[in-house]
Antibody
């Protein structure tokens, strides 16, 4: 069974940092691209970043470019999102999602990030 | 960025009746590889999104056949042939053709 489990969320002050992790099981992790997605409180879904299967190619939304870094460790079946210079508007539920090609077929349960003073 | 516009944003439906959600994109979603990466997701209260439909009209394994997707280019539709109580939730379209990937605003389906 495909499982994605996010962790690392929490309460952080504006300007602070967090590192999110997404641990995968039940499939060959290194065969897939992955995305990080944020669901804003009471609002919609925003795609933040994508990484290819070997980590050599990454993409970012303009809103997080230069502040967030996506990475992966295929030996540990884990995806990461390093978030620096956090802003209040970065608050929300963060999901990792598996991408078999142009779509996201499995999502994790999410980890909540709250940026507040 | 490609703007995805869903309508309606709220959809009260009687049990057993059909429902239809529209999703329009500001640019064509036909990829240079010839595929159209338009997807539909269902998010039940308190849960993560679940993919229902990929590449416009392909239903995921385990998705009831009362769900169907159609459309082309910039105009797409998700249909539920007979709404059941378990279909309550928010439905999102997602385009996977252009970067950044973008979602529609969501359509809240509720039972009248």
């Amino acid at each position: 069974e495909v499982q994605l489990v996010e962790s690392g969320g929490g309460l952080v002050q504006p300007g602070g940092s967090l590192r999110l992790s997404c641990t995968a099981s039940g499939f060959t992790f290194s065969s897939y691209y992955f995305h990080w997605v944020r669901q804003d409180p009471g609002k919609g879904l925003v795609c933040l970043s994508r990484i290819n299967n070997d980590g050599s190619s990454t993409l970012y939304a303009d809103s997080v470019k230069g502040r967030f870094t996506i990475s992966r460790d295929n030996a540990k079946n884990t995806l990461y999102l390093q978030m620096n210079s956090l802003r209040v508007e970065d608050s929300g539920m963060y999901y990792c999602a598996r991408d078999p090609g142009g779509s996201w077929d499995h999502w994790g349960l999410g980890t909540l990030v709250t940026v507040s003073s | 960025d490609v703007v995805m516009t869903q309508s309606p944003l709220s959809l009260p439906v009687t049990l057993g009746q059909p429902a239809s959600i529209s999703c329009r994109s500001s640019q064509s979603l036909v990829h240079r590889d010839g595929n159209t990466y338009l997807n539909w997701f269902q998010q039940r209260p308190g849960q993560s999104p679940r993919r229902l439909i990929y590449k416009v009209s392909n239903r995921d394994s385990g998705v009831p056949d009362r769900f169907s997707g159609s459309g082309s280019g910039t105009d797409f539709t998700l249909r539920i042939s007979r709404v059941e109580a378990e279909d309550v939730g928010i439905y999102y379209c997602l385009q996977g053709t252009h970067w950044p990937r973008t979602f529609g605003q969501g359509t809240k389906v509720e039972i009248k």
